[in-house]
């Protein structure tokens, strides 16, 4: 049985019951279902954590008599306004203790095998720092800076977490590995700045990295947003299949961010960026440039150049390309198919699709296919 299979034969059994009180108990086993997916479990293991439909029908009828007697309340001097008030503060009441009932399949010893885990990754977190760190495994990632390498973890909290998740600490001359081999969680880092080089290969889930000096950082996820911010390194580079990229106050001379259904934001100071996206917005602010690439095929591209620039390109087929910069001097090749093309007056019209302004120094080519082109200055 798939998720939705369970989900339309809930909804059926459901049929003799208020609507108010459907919808709860359907958005609630909805979010159960998620929170299994997000650790990892299939749709088969989740249906079979939930219970049959028979189970959880049992489990409702059982603290249903309130719910019936509120909806044959028949005192005429109640308003409608009180009936339905009631009413859906006894759903709400029902849907709390159905939820309680479902969260009692958590095995009665399980809050005491958490303790013992992370009790567990204290004792076993002590290795020498090293210059490489890699991570992998499917959770949420924190990392700040500190004078210590140092691992707190948090099991996700939800009816799934009664398997306990396989964490990993090992290590070797250079590096350092931390890795999740079952479940899901959330990890907590102090980084010192013997720490030069950081990997994470994750499997789903955001990470957030803050105040931190490297020389690499690579980042690969299936979903998850990143956020970075004043992260100075050499070389960053980021991939996300469906999640956002934010990057704030950063300085690399190297950038290369790539999503493909998430929005990509740079701010910051780089030589060479890369910002690719299938379907996402692309919105880069830079100090002096000297190589800029943005594509995207349906998202729109807002490019804010603050300084000098040698190089710059913005490509998407349906979005607008919006490019401000500071200081005016280019070569500019801009082409629509059915959009417009908005210039100041300035700009010196060579042919078709090229403008000169200044000494016309840095090469900018700005395409897209049916939005608008605007430059600004």
């Given at each position: 049985m798939t998720k939705q299979e369970y989900l339309l034969d809930l909804k059926e059994a459901l049929a003799s019951y208020p609507n108010d009180f459907k919808e709860e108990i359907l958005e609630a086993f909805e979010a159960h279902f998620q929170d299994a997916l997000d650790s990892g479990l299939s749709e088969e293991e989740a249906i079979s954590e939930l219970g049959s439909i028979e189970?959880?029908?049992?489990?409702?009828?059982?603290?249903?008599?309130?719910?019936?007697?509120?909806?044959?309340?028949?005192?005429?001097?109640?308003?409608i306004k009180d009936n339905m008030?009631?009413?859906?503060?006894?759903?709400?009441?029902l849907t709390k203790s159905i939820s309680e009932v479902v969260n009692q399949n958590i095995d009665l010893s399980f809050s005491t095998r958490i303790n013992d885990f992370k009790e567990n990754i204290k004792s076993n977190f002590n290795f020498e720092v090293r210059e490489r760190l890699v991570i992998e495994g499917n959770f949420d990632i924190n990392m700040r800076k500190g004078n210590t390498l140092a691992c707190d973890?948090?099991?996700?909290?939800?009816?799934?977490?009664?398997?306990?998740?396989?964490?990993k600490f090992s290590s070797d001359d250079t590096t350092t590995y931390i890795k999740l081999n079952e479940g899901g969680g959330e990890l907590d880092l102090t980084i010192?700045?013997?720490?030069?080089?950081?990997?994470?290969?994750?499997?789903?889930?955001?990470?957030?990295?803050?105040?931190?000096?490297?020389?690499?950082?690579?980042?690969?996820?299936?979903?998850?947003?990143?956020?970075?911010?004043?992260?100075?390194?050499?070389?960053?580079?980021?991939?996300s299949k469906s999640?956002?990229?934010?990057?704030?106050?950063?300085?690399?001379p190297n950038i290369n961010a790539s999503s493909i259904s998430g929005d990509i934001n740079i701010?910051?100071?780089?030589?060479?960026?890369?910002?690719?996206?299938?379907?996402?917005d692309i919105d880069v602010t830079l100090l002096?440039?000297?190589?800029?690439?943005?594509?995207?095929?349906?998202?729109?591209?807002d490019i804010d150049l603050k300084g000098s620039y040698e190089k710059v390109e913005g490509y998407t087929v349906s979005g607008d390309v919006d490019m401000q910069v500071a200081y005016a001097d280019m070569t500019l090749v801009a082409h629509t198919i059915s959009g417009d093309i908005d210039l100041?007056?300035?700009?010196?019209?060579?042919?078709?699709?090229?403008?000169?302004?200044?000494?016309?120094?840095?090469?900018?080519?700005?395409?897209?296919?049916?939005?608008?082109?605007?430059?600004?200055?």
């Open positions: 189970e959880v029908m049992e489990n409702i009828k059982m603290m249903n008599g309130d719910l019936e007697s509120v909806s044959r309340a028949t005192d005429p001097r109640d308003t008030s009631a009413i859906q503060k006894n759903i709400k009441e973890f948090t099991p996700h909290n939800n009816i799934f977490t009664k398997i306990i998740p396989d964490l010192p700045e013997a720490v030069r080089k950081i990997i994470i290969n994750s499997k789903g889930g955001d990470v957030d990295v803050s105040g931190l000096c490297l020389e690499n950082i690579e980042i690969n996820s299936n979903s998850g947003d990143y956020y970075l911010s004043n992260v100075n390194a050499e070389n960053i580079s980021l991939k999640g956002d990229i934010d990057l704030n106050d950063v300085s690399a701010n910051g100071d780089s030589q060479n960026t890369i910002a690719t996206s299938t379907s996402g002096d440039n000297v190589l800029l690439i943005t594509k995207t095929v349906s998202g729109d591209i100041p007056s300035m700009y010196k019209r060579m042919s078709n699709t090229t403008y000169i302004i200044g000494e016309g120094n840095a090469e900018v080519s700005l395409e897209t296919k049916s939005g608008d082109i605007i430059v600004r200055d």
